[in-house]
Every structure is written in structure tokens, then in C-alpha cells.
């Protein structure tokens, strides 16, 4: 799914009239699918409290409340004492709510906490390009200190579709965003996101043309692009098939990682797969992943990477820093050219002998936040921190994965993939050696390397919603991860 700037948004709005919709049946049409999906997921609550401002967001929310009210609902709206002048459509529907008398109508002012009310937020739409007024942010504290279900229409009232909030900011928390047609980049960022709640994206038919054609850096994973991705396996094939993944890592005390990356790996399909690790390893690695043979190196970490032919290594779970181990990684990355995944330790063996320059062309690495600031240099904001990325994906001509509650993907053509799946319940350690094996496996197994770093992020989100749900968040374990791989694969096949 493509993520459209405020700009592109506007444009395809307008297209969408210029071919035929009129501006007020297409704000007729985003409140009808607001309501039809407040209708559903709200049966039980009958009082809606729905704050409108003068703008098309606005004219949203008054449309909504007179087709809940049309519905049975028990509508208030409330509106700005201090501004009367509406837009033109927002005018419309605010005529068309004034003249049903079971619909109250009230100033901001007048709002006392109804704690059966559903609130609604109609103040200010993705347009929303300056700080609010003295008089917006009171309210907006006043509602957000109120216990009660809050849902907002497009985007909470306060958020920019397309950057950074200041840090003193008010804003809308909502629940629930009822956002049209498309995300908005601040929905996926954790300085901003955190607002939102649930995202539901709501279709209303903006020109399918238009969306097609328009040009945009942007994207958000979603199942649509995942099923074009995922091919089943052949029945006629075997295991040379499915590629040979070399996993690299473990050290004292830290055979746990390399082990679950080893799984991962196996679970995700690999044809062939290896274990280079230390030999205080052995016999746990041996005994509980059979499948994958062992290559020794060293006695408690590791002192050579060995470098074997048509084989894709995922390096660094585990690894640990020692002088040997580090010189062993930057001997076998000057001397090996194919793409490799690198994760933990292995970035941070790059970040402190400053050898970015000896990563692979079309190597994926897979830094979290500190990780990143490492590698790269600090910044102020993970907006920031994605353009930088941006730039040193393009300049390094390799594959950024940035973890975080979205990851993002970032892509040497300066192209971001944002994930959508995932959950809290994977901020655990272990989590991130999970997702080093899936990507290893994954790229092994197909040339496109684009598309691996996709469906493994994904997966791997994918992976902990269903850990999630069975475990609950507090409860999953990273292994956890790993036994549901084939699960999702089922759901795929289906």
C-alpha cells in the first residue's frame, strides 16, 4: 500500500471530484464508512460526543453524527463559539444536522464529562501544517484526561501527516483513527503513533488512477503486497533448492542466540544450513537442532569464519567482541563479496573499528535504534534518524533494517517498506536473532533480496501477533516466534 504525502492526498481528493464525484458525496462517502464502522464495533455504547471543527474534517464528523443519529444513537455535537465561518462543504452537513431536532448542538465550552459518551474527534484533518491555538489544546487536554472510549477521524487532532511533532505538543490520544484510504506516515513513527490506537484504514474510492500512477518513496506492507511476494514450495525440487544459510555467532554464555537463529532459519525453509560457533557450543547446538551441522571455531568464541561458496551467512547473534572474534569477522568481510545479514554484535564490532565500508553491496543489516546511532551518528528523532538512513542505504548500497514498533525497511533506491505487524510483546531479547535467521533463510532461497527483507519482517511480525494471541504479550517468548512460522505458512496457503 502506498503512503501519500498531505500534498498527493489533496491532489487525489481532487482528481477523484474533477472525474465526476462531487466534493460533498465524497465527504458523504468517507462518513458513511465512519459510521458503518463505528456502527459495528459500538453497538453497545448509545452517546456520542462528537467535537467538529470548521474545516472538511468537520464536515465529517457533523455528516457522522447525523447518520448515527439516523441509526438510534444519542448525538451531541460541539462546536467553536469563537469561529463560525465554515468551509463550504462543512457548511452543508452542519445545516443538515442543525435541522434534526433530536441532534444537540452545543460551544466546546459547554462540554461536561458524560462517562457513557463515545467521544469523537472531527477537529482538524491530515491538512493540519501549524501548532493549535491556546483555546484547541485546553480542549484537547480536557478530552484526553476524560475515561472514555475516543475514536478520530483521519488523524488526531494536533499530528502532522508528514513529520515530527513538536516534543511539548498537544495532541489527541486516540483510541481508534478512522483514516481514509491510506496511512499517513506519522501513524508509523513512535514519537507520533502513539497517539493513534487501532488504525483502520477506510476505503472511499479515491481514483484508483491516480493512486496507480502517483509517484512515492513511501509504502506500507500489507497482505495484498506479502501474498505477491510468497510463492509455495515446488513439488519437484530438493535441497539444493532451497539454498545454504550459514549462521555465525554464539559465545560463552550466549549459545542461546546462535540457536535461535539456527531454528528460524530451518522453520523459514532453509535447504541446507550450517552453525559456524565456538565449541563450548557444540553439544547444546548439536542436540537441539540436529538438522544443522556444526562448524567449529574456536573454544569459547569465535576465531574464523571460513568462507564456503553459494551460501548466505546471517553473522553476529551471540558473537560477543573479543580481539580474535573481531578480527576474524573484518578479515572474512574483506575477503567475501556476496550479500550477508548482519545483526548485534557484528554491528557493533563495524561501528567501533569504523569498517562500514566493508560491508557487502546488497548485505542487509539489521540495527536497532542504539545499534543504529552506533553505526551512523546520533539523531533527534526516529524522522530523522529514517532519513539518515535513507541516505547511508544509498551511499553504502545495502539494505537497512530499522527495528522498531513499525520496522522500517529502508532500500539502497532510497525506498522505505514500513510493517504493520508486530507487537509489545516482542521487546524481548532474542527477538531480533529470531529475525537474523528468517532473513538469512529467506535471501538464501530467493535472488531477490528486496522482496526477502519484506516477507521476513513481515513474517516475523506476523509470527509474534500470532505468539501474542496465544501466549499474550506479557507471556511469548522469542521462541515462541519460532514455532509459529509454520502456522503463518499455513495461512498463507489458505
Not at 103 to 123: C, P, Q
Not at 277 to 303: D, K, R, T
Amino acid at each position: 500500500m502506498k503512503i501519500l504525502s498531505s500534498a498527493q492526498i489533496k491532489q487525489c481528493d481532487f482528481v477523484t471530484i474533477e472525474k465526476g464525484t462531487s466534493s460533498i458525496d465524497l465527504m458523504e462517502r468517507a462518513a458513511k464508512a465512519c459510521t458503518d464502522w463505528i456502527e459495528t464495533n459500538f453497538k453497545t455504547n448509545k452517546e456520542f460526543s462528537i467535537f467538529c471543527g470548521n474545516g472538511n474534517n468537520g464536515g465529517d464528523g457533523f455528516a457522522i453524527a447525523r447518520m448515527l443519529y439516523e441509526k438510534g444513537f444519542d448525538v451531541e455535537i460541539f462546536i467553536d463559539e469563537n469561529n463560525s465561518k465554515f468551509s463550504d462543504d462543512s457548511k452543508i452537513n452542519f445545516d443538515r444536522a442543525k435541522q434534526i431536532n433530536g441532534i444537540g448542538i452545543k460551544y466546546f465550552s459547554e462540554f461536561e464529562d458524560n462517562r457513557g459518551s463515545v467521544i469523537i474527534d472531527a477537529l482538524f484533518g491530515y491538512g493540519l501544517n501549524r501548532d493549535l491555538s491556546d483555546d484547541f489544546k485546553n480542549l484537547i487536554e480536557k478530552l484526553n484526561q476524560i475515561q472514555a472510549p475516543k475514536i478520530s477521524i483521519d488523524i488526531p487532532t494536533g499530528l502532522f501527516a508528514d513529520k515530527i511533532i513538536d516534543v511539548n505538543s498537544m495532541v489527541f490520544k486516540a483510541d481508534f483513527t478512522l483514516t481514509f484510504q491510506f496511512y499517513k506516515r506519522s501513524f508509523l513513527h513512535s514519537e507520533t503513533g502513539k497517539f493513534c490506537g487501532k488504525i483502520i484504514v477506510l476505503n472511499i474510492d479515491l481514483d484508483k488512477d491516480f493512486i496507480d500512477e502517483v509517484e512515492t518513496d513511501y509504502f506500507v506492507i500489507d497482505e495484498k503486497l506479502i501474498k505477491e511476494i510468497y510463492k509455495p514450495r515446488e513439488e519437484f525440487s530438493h535441497k539444493g533448492t532451497y539454498g545454504k544459510s550459514i549462521l555465525v555467532g554464539g559465545s560463552y554464555g550466549k549459545i542461546g542466540a546462535i540457536l535461535m537463529s539456527t531454528l528460524s532459519a530451518l522453520r523459514t525453509g532453509s535447504g541446507l544450513t550450517f552453525i559456524i560457533a565456538p565449541e563450548i557450543g557444540n553439544v547444546i547446538l548439536q542436540s537441539q537442532v540436529p538438522e544443522a551441522m556444526f562448524i567449529n571455531s574456536g573454544e569459547n568464541h569465535i576465531n574464523n569464519i571460513e568462507i564456503q561458496e553459494k551460501a548466505v551467512y546471517g553473522i553476529g547473534p551471540g558473537l560477543g567482541k573479543e580481539k580474535e572474534t573481531q578480527k576474524a569477522l573484518l578479515e572474512f568481510l574483506e575477503n567475501h563479496t556476496n550479500p550477508v545479514v548482519l545483526d548485534a554484535d557484528a554491528l557493533n564490532i563495524l561501528a567501533e573499528n569504523r569498517e562500514l565500508n566493508l560491508i557487502p553491496k546488497n548485505s542487509v543489516i539489521t540495527p536497532h535504534p542504539l545499534e543504529f546511532e552506533r553505526l551512523f551518528g546520533k539523531t533527534e528523532n526516529s524522522f530523522e534518524r529514517l532519513e539518515l538512513a535513507k541516505q547511508k542505504a544509498e551511499e553504502l548500497q545495502i539494505f537497512i533494517i530499522l527495528k522498531d514498533h513499525h520496522t522500517a525497511v529502508v532500500m539502497p533506491n532510497r525506498k522505505v517498506f514500513y510493517n504493520i505487524t508486530g507487537n509489545s510483546g516482542m521487546a524481548k531479547g532474542g527477538s531480533g536473532d529470531v529475525l537474523t535467521g528468517i532473513l538469512t533463510s529467506l535471501i538464501s532461497q530467493k535472488d531477490d533480496i528486496e522482496k526477502a527483507c519484506v516477507f521476513g519482517v513481515w513474517l516475523h511480525g506476523k509470527a509474534g501477533d500470532f505468539a501474542a494471541e496465544k501466549f499474550s504479550k506479557e507471556s511469548m517468548l522469542p521462541t515462541d516466534l519460532i514455532d509459529e512460522i509454520g502456522q503463518i505458512f499455513k495461512y498463507l496457503s489458505r
